[in-house]
C-alpha cells in the first residue's frame, strides 16, 4: 500500500463581510415590520412576534463576530433576506466551480503541481448548485485535469470523508494525485429569518492535494489514518430537493432550508465526536497528548471547546486547536480544511495533528496527519 501525504492546501475567501451588528440591524428591521404587520394575530395568540437579535446573543450562542459571503447586499435587504446571485449561461463556469477553481489554484501552487498532473478531483461539499453535470467534472475541465471527476455529500463532513475517499484510491494506485475541493455557499441554503440561526452561516472554498509520497515534494503532511463514522438523525436537516414541485411544496417552507433542533445536536454529537477522535488515537497507538494541533469543524465554539477538553483531557491552548470561526462563521466542510490552511506552517517534522468535521446525518471524519 503507497503512503500518502497532503501536499497542499488553498482558500478562497469572499471579498464581501457581514458583521453581527449589520446582521442584526437587518434582522431586527425584518422582525419589527413582521411584528407590526401582524399586530392582530400577535395580540389574539395565534401567531409569535419575532423576537429581536442582539450581537451579545450571537457572540454568547457561537462565538461569531462576522462572515464572508458572496452577496451581501441580498442578504442585508429585509425585505429580501437572503443572497442575490446573477444566473450565469450554460456556457459560463458555475459560481462553485470558479470558487473552487481559486482555492485549487493556492493548494497545487503549494503542492508545486499543475491541473494536469491530477488524475482525480473531488466536489464535495454540502450543498451543490445542480444536479448534473457534476460540478466536479467541470472543475476538472477548467483546470486541465485528467482522469476522472465526482460529486460527493456528507454534509459537513464532506471534507474529511472526500480526503479519505482520496487517500483509499491512491494507497490501492488507482489515481496518482487527487484534488478534493471544497466550495460551500451556505448563504444560500440558510434562512436568515430565523433568530435562532440566522447568523450561523458564512461562504468560502478550500482545497487539499493528496499524492503519492513517493512522487511528493517535502514538506509535506503524512496522512497517517482516516476514519469516517454515520448515524442516522432528523435533528440537522434540509428538506429540499428535486421532488420538491411533485409534493405541491413550492411555497416558502421553513423546513425546505437549514434546520436543526440545537440542543439534541449538542446532546448527541458531542460524545459522538469525542469518542471517535478518541477510539481512532488510540486504534493507531497515539497518546492525545502528543497532538500538537486539533483542526476541528467550526461549527460552534462551546462545541468545539468541550471536544478540546475531552479529547486532551485538559483545555487546549488556543494554538494547540486553532479557532478560525470568529471569522468566517460556520462554512460547513470547510470549517477544518481552512483552520488547517492557515493555522498549521508553524509545526515542527514530527509534530502529529487531527483534521475532524461533523454535522448532519450524524456524520463524523477524521485524519490524523505527522509534518514530514
Known sequence: MKNVVISGCGVFTPQQIVTNDELVATFNA??????????????AGTIAAKAPSSTEFITSASGIE????????????PDRMFP?????PDDQP??????????????????????GDIDCVLCAASNHER????????????LGAGGFAFDMNVACSSATFGIQAAADMIRTGSVRRALVVNPEICSAHLEWRDRDCHF???????????????QAAAPYFRLQSTRCATQFSNNIRNNDGFLRRTHDQMEDRRDMQFVQ????????????????????????GVAADSLKRLWLHQANQTMNDYIGRKVMGRTPAP??????????????????????????DDLAPGAMGLICSFGAGYSVGSALVERV
Open 30 to 43: 425584518y422582525a419589527e415590520r413582521f411584528n407590526a404587520a401582524h399586530a392582530e394575530e400577535i395580540a
Open 66 to 77: 462576522q462572515r464572508y459571503v458572496m452577496d451581501k447586499t441580498g442578504v442585508l435587504d
Open 84 to 88: 442575490r446571485l446573477v444566473p450565469r
Open 94 to 115: 458555475s459560481i462553485m466551480a470558479e470558487m473552487a477553481l481559486s482555492a485549487a489554484g493556492e493548494a497545487l501552487a503549494m503542492a508545486g503541481l499543475e491541473g
Open 131 to 142: 444536479a448534473y453535470p457534476a460540478i466536479a467534472v467541470e472543475i476538472q475541465q477548467l
Open 200 to 214: 450561523i452561516f458564512g461562504d468560502v472554498a478550500t482545497a487539499v492535494v493528496l499524492e503519492d509520497a513517493d
Open 261 to 284: 433542533n440545537g440542543r439534541k445536536v449538542f446532546k448527541e454529537v458531542l460524545p459522538m465526536v469525542s469518542a471517535h477522535i478518541q477510539n481512532h488515537l488510540e486504534s493507531e
Open 319 to 344: 494554538e494547540e486547536q486553532p479557532n478560525i470561526l470568529k471569522d468566517y462563521a460556520n462554512t460547513s466542510s470547510a470549517g477544518s480544511i481552512i483552520a488547517f490552511a492557515q493555522h498549521s
